[in-house]
């Protein structure tokens, strides 16, 4: 990946370069970006130019036997280590049947996931590799085998780059195994952090890596490149960035032509049976046995969304409409339901669905939790204020 492919970041990009051309390159560094900041393609971009042989003035060439390699992430001094579950039997494209259980092991799929979707999300991962209700970690093997690769001898490069995704979901005893290395890594060895959430990291990881904050890129940038991507107008493309938030895997699916409004429907089939459960509840029966089969992952996606509509409902009913993030669908679809809440249920809506991400995260029983909360979320809709 060139770092001209990256949407803006400039400054950012200067001081990574800068700093490969000063042979100032600090061995651990944790770049952290919400969400779509990308932080991830920023990681793989700085890895290339350092091992790129032929870099010019402000990226690499993009052509080198290395570049080349960096292209489809099959480099053989790039490693990568993130989230997996373990699969038992899975079958290989070549025919074959082979367990899944770490980094290496799923490097194949996480190759497509990537080419498929730069942008890509810890959930969106998990559904890709379908993880169903598995929670996916990385577990003490991926730190031990990290290591052991790390101290070999470099095959083409002059550096060794490991790159961590995701290291909110590294188990302590991982993490714990990875200080020394970190503190003393072998000789021109690099590790990068791409993290979300660094309140989610140990103390004595963050203390051992340098900080790299990366924000979004601004709105002017954004819009500039759904324009000519897409071929939107600029207020179309306005209209977009503002409701994903700047967002680039946001912006990306409501961009896309391709985009479908299935969680829309579901979500306003879902609060109709609730607030007419007492006519529904055949239906509501139905659809909370569907909804306890999909996999806890999507179970989450589900309640986040609900989250996220909820509070524009929020939003649509007591703020200037210019702050809403709804598409033209959300509109139209919840703009009555904005009516329901108000200062009676507003507290309660926010908790109860709160307190379901919570419980899913804690492998709740679905079926119990989603009929439960259908009816606490009918109750409040009913609430006027």
């Known amino acids: 990946m060139l770092f001209k492919e990256i949407i803006g970041h400039k400054e950012i990009k200067n001081r ?3 700093s490969v051309n000063e042979n100032r390159i600090s061995h651990a560094q944790l770049f952290l970006g919400s969400e779509g900041a990308g932080s991830l393609q920023l990681a793989i971009a700085y890895s290339q130019y350092i091992c790129c042989s032929n870099k010019i003035d402000n990226d690499s060439c993009g052509k080198c036997s290395s570049c080349i390699k960096y292209n489809k992430l099959a480099h053989p001094d790039l490693h990568f280590v993130f989230p997996v579950v373990t699969k038992k039997n899975y079958d290989m494209p ?3 049947t082979r367990d899944l259980v770490s980094s290496d092991d799923y490097m194949f799929l996480f190759r497509e996931a990537f080419m498929e979707n730069h942008h890509l999300n810890l959930n969106q991962w998990f559904s890709f590799i379908e993880a169903e209700n598995k ?3 990385i577990g003490v093997d991926e730190s031990s085998e990290l290591i052991r ?3 070999l001898m470099t095959y083409e ?3 060794k780059i490991a790159i961590i995704w995701m290291p909110e979901k590294m188990r302590v005893e991982a993490a714990n195994h990875l200080l020394k290395v970190l503190e003393e890594p072998p000789h ?4 990068l952090l791409v993290a979300e959430n660094s309140d989610q990291i140990i103390n004595t990881i963050l203390s051992r890596t340098q900080l790299v904050k990366i924000d979004k890129p601004t709105d002017e940038e954004l819009i500039e490149a759904v324009m000519m991507k897409y071929n939107y107008t600029n207020q179309q493309a306005g209209y977009i960035v503002h409701l994903a938030d700047r967002n680039q895997n946001e912006i990306q699916t409501l961009a896309h032509p391709d985009s479908d409004d299935d969680s829309t429907n579901e979500l306003l089939k879902w609060w ?3 607030y007419n459960v007492n006519k529904e509840m055949g239906n509501l029966l139905a659809w909370v046995d569907v909804q306890s089969k999909i996999g806890r992952e999507k179970q989450k996606n589900f309640i986040l969304y609900s989250m996220h509509i909820f509070r524009e409902c929020l939003m649509l009913r007591y703020a200037d409409k210019s702050a809403v993030r709804m598409n033209t669908l959300e509109m139209d679809s919840f703009n009555k ?3 329901m809440i108000n200062e009676a249920n507003c507290y309660d809506f926010a908790k109860e669905l709160n307190t379901a991400y919570m419980h899913i995260e804690r492998n709740a029983n679905p079926k119990i939790l989603f009929l439960d909360l259908s009816f606490k979320l009918g109750r409040l809709l009913r609430k006027t204020g």
């Open 16 to 18: 990574l370069i800068k």
């Open 94 to 96: 070549n025919g074959d």
């Open 135 to 137: 929670q996916g970690i």
């Open 149 to 151: 690769k790390l101290n």
């Open 157 to 159: 490069s002059d550096y």
């Open 188 to 191: 021109n060895t690099l590790f």
């Open 272 to 274: 109709r049976m609730c």
């Open 337 to 339: 339901f904005s009516m």
